[in-house]
């Protein structure tokens, strides 16, 4: 085994235990190893100013792969490494799908929003007025479909498409080109589109390009189908004890659970007392 320079960390069911906590124990661990100069990217389907946040959390000056790879940065660094955009015409193909279906589905943007198609449901969760944090970004804006579309326009980064109703995420993949979408999963009731080659996978290899790091030098650790192309990526890919079988097939190695800090157990065992 190659010594391990860039290691790239998914956040639910990874990094984070099962209270969405990151324990002690792996902030320790991460922080010794970027000490070390070892590079900590979190590996996350959330935003980019989510992943800015957590990966500060853990070091300053790390990098971070965002909207499942569809944006590559580093925290602190204003401009991006690298950026994965949809198509404007295989958005709105895919909105209008998942509308004829009456899906729920929210965009990321490139300008940091969420933008949400509005429905009753997404009104009590959310309001009619977009949340602005402390810092004067608007996070979560609601809007009908057609506005919704002229406001994604050249900005579209990740489409995630849910329903309570299972049955019809199989549906509505069915109907699109798959040729024209890089497509996860990050949870039972949802389907995630991004750009051709915009995946965890090629977000890790255009990471490690721009760092000149060598793929077979990258340690991966994940739990769920959206991470298995990083795992196939990475040199030394590590599944969770909580991941799915598939997860651990693709995997060089098992480590503990989310709960029982298996990211520090690995960052340990493989890189800190290897």
């Not at 906590?21 to 902030?27: D, K, M, S, T, V």
């Not at 949400?116 to 977009?130: F, I, M, Q, S, V």
């Not at 080109?177 to 996860?184: C, G, I, S, V």
Request: net charge negative; hydrophobic share 45%.
């Amino acid at each position: 085994m190659e010594p391990i320079r860039l290691i790239a960390v998914d956040l639910d069911g990874t990094l984070f235990d099962s209270s969405s906590r990151i324990p002690a124990r792996n902030l320790a661990a991460l922080w010794e190893a970027a000490s070390r100069g070892v590079y900590v990217a979190v590996a996350t389907g959330r935003i980019y100013l989510s992943a800015q946040r957590i990966s500060a959390s853990i070091a300053a000056g790390q990098p971070y792969l965002s909207s499942n790879g569809a944006v590559v940065g580093v925290n602190g660094e204003k401009d991006f490494r690298h950026v994965f955009l949809m198509d404007d015409r295989d958005v709105e193909a895919a909105l209008k799908r998942a509308a004829a279906l009456q899906c729920e589905f929210h965009l990321h943007t490139l300008d940091g929003r969420m933008l949400h198609l509005a429905t009753e449901r997404k009104r009590a969760l959310y309001g009619d007025t977009p949340f602005q944090d402390a810092a004067g970004q608007v996070w979560n804006v609601l809007l009908p479909q057609e506005e919704l579309l002229k406001e994604c326009r050249g900005q579209t980064i990740k489409l995630l498409v849910q329903s309570d109703d299972v049955s019809r995420i199989p549906r509505f993949r069915s109907k699109l080109d798959e040729t024209r979408y890089t497509m996860a999963s990050s949870w039972f009731d949802n389907v995630e589109l991004m750009a051709p080659g915009a995946d965890k996978g090629g977000g890790l290899r255009a990471l490690a390009s721009a760092l000149s790091i060598p793929l077979s030098q990258v340690m991966a650790l994940g739990d769920n189908e959206n991470d298995l192309p990083m795992f196939r990526a990475a040199g030394f890919p590590v599944a969770m004890g909580n991941a799915s079988p598939a997860v651990k097939r693709e995997a060089k190695a098992v480590t503990l659970t989310n709960d029982l800090c298996g990211v520090a157990h690995a960052v340990e065992e493989y890189i800190l007392h290897s």
